[in-house]
């Protein structure tokens, strides 16, 4: 039999209201997760990259959680990099959030063995695009990320913030789907 790839839930932003989205009681029936998000910010003042950024807060923890985890990424006009981050208290998305009057920034993030309650085998990647990003006047940018999860729980909860508390527009969503592989 195939592997199931059901919807769980969908998530939608409340135009010029919205700092943050979170899938809360989320069922530990699956093998792996899924996300699929669309995000722009309201109009905003900002010339900086990190105000495009979003922040992953995993089952609320607050403390160092995410392993390091390594960003690579391409922007034409500015060229292409990897970043490196040290242990964090959430996963990081770097640039390439729209403004409203850009348009969306769309991903797809996948938890694997999010169930897993030691302290190692929860893998985050995460894959987006973007086709208009202001900041830096880049008119496209792909980035890919990837961390491990340093708990010992399932994943129940996932929520993103908005940097420095912008608002995400009303067109902006996720989705939540599990996958069962055990078939």
Known sequence: MAATHELIETLTATGGSTTELEFTSIPQTYSDLEIVW?????????SHASYHNTYW?????????????????????????RWYYNTATYFELLSG???????SACGRMMFYDYTNS????KSIQSFHSNMSYNANQYDRSM?????????????SSIKVYAYNNNYFDGESYMKLYGIDRSA
């Open 143 to 155: 980035m890919v990320s990837s961390s491990n999860l340093n708990y010992a729980s399932s994943v």
């Open 38 to 46: 669309s995000f722009k910010y309201n109009s905003f003042s900002s």
């Open 57 to 81: 807060r995993i089952n609320g923890v607050t403390t160092n959680t995410v392993y390091p985890h390594v960003y690579q990424g391409m922007t034409y006009g500015s060229g292409s990099g």
């Open 97 to 103: 959030i729209a403004a409203n009057n850009y348009s």
């Open 118 to 121: 030691s302290t190692t085998g």
